[in-house]
């Protein structure tokens, strides 16, 4: 199964300021997600990320706060932008390779914006 | 009403213990997943099921699709298994990744 490594795990930031959380995958994959999970909830699908061309956004993200790069099929990259407290959350990388195999995450990065 | 529910939202244990996790849902789905959250917050997939019965060590994942159901359980429960249990549910068409989320069942096993 793929291994993720998503960089930072954890940071604390300013309000006002951005964040760019990175995601690197042992292997080529078909499809990168982004979620977030604020405190006590489930995890919500922020947008997937589409290699070479702008990501595809879910109801209620737009490009402009959560900027997303794919450069290749092993990385990407999520941008928190203009920090709020209520971005605090953790916020994963997912990849799937084929619809009928299982989605694996990463471990997560947990931010809090003071 | 959620799409997909979860039960119990907690559970103790005794270690030892034999433990089972409940996840309904409401909608058609091509796979359910089981996924373990630690506390840090990474997550782990444990299974993914579009029926029967899977079996991973001490897990053990059923499902009944003419039920809309599946169950997690865990043989000889370990303080090691203390975690959040994620049910989630892809369905048909709409974007790959959305998977539907439950809310966890959080897990604490006790030495």
New interface residues.
Partial sequence: ?AVISQKP?RDICQRGTSLTIQCQVDSQVT?M?WYR?QPG???T?IA?ANQGSEA?Y?SGFVIDKFPISRPNLTFSTLTVSNMSPEDSS?Y?C?V?DR????????????LSIL | KNEVEQSPQNLTAQEGEFITINCSYSVGISALHWLQQHPGGGIVSLFMLSSGKKKHGRLIATINIQEKHSSLHITASHPRDSAVYICAVRGYGGSQGNLIFGKGTKLSVKP
Wanted: charged share 10%; glycine share 10%; hydrophobic share 30%.
């Fill in positions: 199964s795990s499809m997600f999970q909830q489930s995890l699908l997937t595809t879910e953790i994963l997912s799937l619809g009928n195999q299982p989605q694996h995450f990463g471990d997560g990065t947990r």
